[in-house]
């Protein structure tokens, strides 16, 4: 196995439970990595011996984003709807469909095309690890090839056909098929199901028919909700003991405690309110009731298309009341909590050798710097991309 020890790096972001600060800061510092691993990280006068030695330049070193939400799999443009809301009109749900008649006139290979870019585009920006969910298919076939898709990428991948009800079907025979046939055809490409629990979408009980279903057959749980206003999706969640409940941008101070005594994983998405002008979360709230965060792109045609972890990072702390090491942290360690992963997010021995090599002398720059291409270098399993 071969062994490979960065040394120079200028400030190493561990994100070390057992450090003393939030990120596990080392100045001045190396990381051995052997295989797909981390070996060993300290201070580079300390550095082991290894096979071959990369020269960071005294540039930053973090873990690789980890993005737990995105809509990756579609086809068409919205452009034209952006437009309009930036002239003022309100953001809906019902914009989904539009996607839907794009995705499905799409072949596989369109498909997969397109996921290829925008994964790409997420590697040149430090993201090592992403979420893919399903739903702008809403059919059998069309839910199950989207997985299908998504799964060429992505282990990571999330059965949405709870988005919302389609064109020539009635809520309940909709969810009849999530609940039914469309799962079992989903299922096999799956780790998640989810739904959009919101108004103009499906409601809590409805919501709570697909999660139940959908783990009963062996998937886990998250949610889309309190999106657009107050409402049940965040209780329901945390009843439920999922992983992660998105969006949480209306919240009650019964969310807040719900979120705080459950452990259920509080995910914010400001490309969102950045798209949309909704108003953005209060994540300082969050954080001062003890709830655990992650930020994600929710990379998707209507609502939020940007793949740009640092952007979220930016938005996160000037609009968000997050700070700069918070931002990253929610990025990192907490987009892997929000996928119950412990592998990624982190740079201690043992944990995927996954990481992001900043030009910069500070992992603070990512928001100092906003909209500048900071990310020289992306690593996936030890080996630059």
């Known amino acids: 196995m071969t062994s490979t020890v960065v040394t120079n790096i200028g400030q190493l972001v561990t994100n070390d439970p057992a450090a003393a600060d939030l990120l596990g800061v080392i100045d001045d510092a190396a990381l051995v990595v052997e295989g797909s691993t981390v070996a060993w990280t300290g201070p580079a006068t ?9 020269d960071a330049g005294g540039r930053t070193v973090i873990p690789g984003f980890v993005d737990s939400h995105s809509h990756l799999v579609f086809a068409g443009d919205r452009a034209a709807e952006f437009a309009a809301r930036m002239a003022g009109e309100s953001y809906a749900a019902g914009g989904i469909r539009t996607t839907v008649a794009a995705t499905r006139a799409a072949s596989d290979e369109e498909l997969t095309s397109h996921v290829a870019g925008l994964v790409a585009e997420m590697r040149r920006q430090g993201t090592t690890t992403v979420e893919i969910k399903s739903g702008y298919g809403l059919s059998v076939l069309d839910e199950a090839r989207s997985l299908a898709v998504a799964r060429q990428f992505t282990e990571e991948t ?17 969810v009849a098929l999530v609940t039914g046939a469309m799962l079992e055809a989903c299922a096999p490409h799956a780790r998640w199901v989810d739904a959009f629990c ?7 009980d409805q919501s709570r028919a697909v999660l139940e279903a959908g783990m009963a057959a062996g998937l886990e749980g998250r949610l889309h909700a309190n999106q657009l206003g107050p409402g049940p999706g965040v209780r329901l969640a945390c009843e439920l003991g999922l992983t992660a409940v998105d969006h949480c941008t209306y919240l009650t101070d019964a969310d807040v405690a719900a979120l705080a005594d459950s452990g259920t994983i509080a995910t914010l998405l400001p490309g969102v309110e950045f798209s949309t002008r909704q108003p953005y979360p209060d994540a300082r709230r969050l954080l001062d009731a003890g709830v655990t965060i992650a930020l994600a792109s929710d990379c998707n045609p209507g609502s939020s298309f940007t793949s ?6 930016a938005l996160a702390v000037r609009e968000m009341g997050m700070t700069p090491a918070e931002a990253l942290y929610a990025v990192t360690a907490g987009g892997a909590a929000a996928l119950g992963r412990d592998d990624v997010g982190v740079l201690t ?18 928001a100092y710097r906003p909209g500048v291409p900071l990310v020289t270098s992306t690593w996936l399993g030890g080996r630059p991309l």
């Open 158 to 174: 999330t059965y949405l056909g709870a988005h919302v009800v389609p064109d020539g079907t009635t809520p309940e025979e909709y």
């Open 349 to 366: 021995p043992g944990k995927r050798a996954d990481l992001a090599f900043l030009d910069a002398p500070s992992y603070v720059h990512l």
């Open 46 to 54: 300390d550095a082991p011996t290894a096979d071959e030695q990369v």
């Open 308 to 313: 740009s972890i640092p952007l979220c990072i």
């Open 198 to 204: 919101e108004s103009g979408a499906f409601d809590a």
